[in-house]
């Protein structure tokens, strides 16, 4: 497990910035973002410290894989309407031209009824 004493997400894996918890296991941390766009707006991260998707190689399937197979039941139980009038969005911003900000690898989750805030 890799851990960035300086990255803000590392900090929030470790209980150290408060953030309002989704899910937690040994290798997935999710939180409800600060500034949500969406009425249903979470994060869901590897609790290793990976900087973004271009850092991601065939080591992490597995992660990646129980990470993306995550997020539609926590999309449900977070208040996400059912599959198909419902749904949900998954975003992946990736570096300074891909709209990344926070570089700990995240995978936002925005769903609920329109209009949003953005997107
Ligand atoms: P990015 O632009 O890197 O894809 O998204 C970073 C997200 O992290 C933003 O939506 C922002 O609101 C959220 N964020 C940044 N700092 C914090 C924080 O301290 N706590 C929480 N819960 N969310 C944060
Ligand atoms: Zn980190």
Known sequence: ????????????????IPSRKVYEDDEIFAFHDIHPWAPVHFMLI??????????????????????????????????????PQGGFRILCNTGAQGGQEVQHLHLHVMGGPRPWLKG
Not at 59 to 78: K, N, S, T, Y
Request: with cysteine; hydrophobic share 45%; charged share 15%.
């Open 1 to 16: 497990m890799t851990v960035d004493s300086a990255c803000i997400f590392c900090k929030i894996i470790a209980g150290k």
């Open 46 to 83: 590897p609790k290793s410290h990976i900087p973004s998707m271009a850092q991601v190689g065939p080591e992490h399937e597995a992660l990646m894989g129980r990470m993306l197979v995550l997020a539609p039941r926590l999309a449900l139980q977070e208040g996400c309407n059912p599959y």
